[in-house]
Nanobody, 115 residues
Framework: QVQLVESGRGLVQAGGSLRLSCAAS????????MAWYRQAPGNERELAAR???????NYADSVKGRFAISRDNAKNTVYLQMSSLKPEDTAVYYC?????????WGQGTQVTVSS
């Protein structure tokens, strides 16, 4: 199991930028994929961005070209750099880590984009 702690919550204006961080502890050497999911009010949780252990990334179509996920294995931290934010990006953002025998979630961090 791993424990995930997100930081970087905030209120930004449309067009602004924000960076989320997620620090992992525990069985960090067993982590394979890490990802950021998001859940807006009334909606299901959806994948925003994912990064594999070898650095491969994939993004939801709605965030391609605006969000960038990165991973610092030395610091056991994954980041989500969000730019050109839109009001529809408003959601609780959850960090996610997957290993061979576990799938763990962070507690979530609120991102609000005002128009």
């Amino acid at each position: 199991q791993v424990q995930l702690v997100e930081s970087g919550r905030g209120l930004v204006q449309a067009g602004g930028s924000l960076r989320l961080s997620c620090a992992a502890s525990g069985s960090i050497r067993s982590i394979l994929d890490m990802a950021w999911y998001r859940q807006a009010p009334g909606n299901e949780r959806e994948l925003a961005a994912r990064i594999t252990n070898d650095g491969s990334t994939n993004y939801a179509d709605s965030v391609k070209g605006r969000f960038a996920i990165s991973r610092d294995n030395a610091k056991n931290t994954v980041y989500l750099q969000m730019s050109s934010l839109k009001p529809e990006d408003t959601a609780v953002y959850y960090c996610y880590a997957q290993g061979p025998w576990f799938r763990n979630w962070g507690q979530g961090t609120q991102v609000t984009v005002s128009s």
